[in-house]
């Protein structure tokens, strides 16, 4: 993998970039929607690549591994080819959903034993388990494994963890350097900052995935219920000491405004469920601001659902026909609301990325962070 940063923000720490993959190249900043199994919710392919434009999917490494399994996914020749999505894929460590399920889970040194949500079948994940797993899936981008602590975390709590996902980080990487891909294109390993809202542990965790030198950085733990005031915060200490050759990822964040805000304190990469969960609840996320299309007011409000966003779905279809959709819980209503939304988020990065290279980020920023969040 390659990064090359392109262009600074003469206002901010934002930056525009390129990460090169060997199923093609990503445009930062950029927003990847999420296919935690093997499927964006609601979204075919093919809308995925002409409507809504995106560069790089997720796939979710623990439920991939539950279903439908690495015998299937490695059968099939990877992800990619199983379910036919030819641009970069990244996969999640599973971490983060091990430490949802914190009734049936036990963290020790060795890995974090679980039971199967699907049918209670236990399992171990251990860092060098969750490295061949991902080799298996073949993801473009892995992450490494780690413990994704609660909020609020007591400190003492959030260091023993930070240090514990620092060394299943360095077995994570010594798996990684000593396999290879199983499909013929080349892999990169993230590792991943965390130390939840204490400065010192951020700092110091920060300081630590820096020096592995690996090709990219995430940062996780945040976006768990925190203040957004701490998420910056956290970020920008964060992005201060990540280098600023290699892409930043900021894992699971967020609405429009968090990630405009981020992009301004230098990140590059991020994702989020929320467009198309929000979507399938009746929530758009538009150009003007943010519409409910369940309220009664769009009822006969034949008008698109958002002429100045452009692309097929957000122009063709109009807000009275959702809310019926919506409110009739057809299908159709939920993939129609699903694009929506993951074409705003595109274009949302897309049009900051322009922002950032013409120089005029900041200003832009202030005023749509302001507009975006409205209701209508």
Request: with cysteine; aromatic share 10%; proline share 4%.
């Amino acid at each position: 993998m390659k990064f090359t940063l392109e262009a600074k923000d003469t206002g901010s720490k934002a930056r525009a970039g390129a990460v090169e993959t060997d199923h093609g190249t990503i445009l930062t900043p950029i927003f990847m929607p999420v296919g935690t199994a093997g499927s964006v919710k609601a979204v075919h392919q093919r809308e995925l690549k002409e409507d809504i434009k995106a560069q790089i999917i997720l796939g979710n490494t623990y439920h991939l591994y539950l279903r439908p399994g690495l015998g299937t996914l490695e059968k099939a020749g990877g992800l990619h080819k199983f379910n036919g999505w030819d641009k970069p894929i990244l996969t999640d460590s599973g971490g983060y959903q091990v430490y949802s399920l914190s009734g049936t889970r036990k963290i020790k040194e060795e890995g974090v034993t679980f039971k199967s949500h699907i049918d209670g079948s236990k399992h171990v994940f251990t860092p060098e388990g969750v490295m061949d797993i991902q080799r298996t899936i073949g993801a473009d981008i892995i992450m490494a494994f780690d413990e994704c602590t609660p909020y609020p975390c007591e400190y003492s709590y959030a260091c023993e963890s930070m240090e514990m996902t620092h060394r299943w980080l360095k077995r994570c990487c010594t798996r990684f350097d000593e396999t290879e891909g199983k499909y013929g294109y080349s892999q990169t390993l993230f590792p991943i900052v965390q130390g939840s809202v204490y400065k010192d542990l951020r700092k110091k965790s920060a300081e630590t995935i820096a020096s592995y030198e690996r090709e990219g950085n995430a940062i996780g733990g945040l976006s768990v219920g925190e203040p957004a005031e701490d998420m910056y915060e956290m970020t920008e200490l964060v992005c201060d000491i990540l280098p600023a050759d290699k892409p930043r990822y900021l894992m699971g964040v967020g609405t429009p405004a968090n990630i405009l805000e981020c992009i301004a304190l230098g990140v590059d990469m991020f994702d989020c469920v929320m467009p198309t969960r929000n979507a399938r609840n009746g929530m758009l996320f538009t150009t003007e601001g943010i519409v409910n299309i369940r309220n009664e007011k769009w009822k006969d409000d034949f008008s698109p659902l958002d002429a100045g966003l452009g692309g097929y779905v957000s122009t063709f279809y109009s807000k009275a026909y959702l809310r019926h959709l919506i409110n009739s819980k057809e299908i159709l209503g939920a993939q129609i609301a699903s694009v929506h939304n993951l074409s705003f988020y595109l274009w949302l990065v897309g049009e900051a990325r322009q922002q950032i290279i013409s120089g005029t980020f900041y200003g832009w920023k202030e005023k749509m962070v302001k507009k975006l969040m409205q209701r209508l």
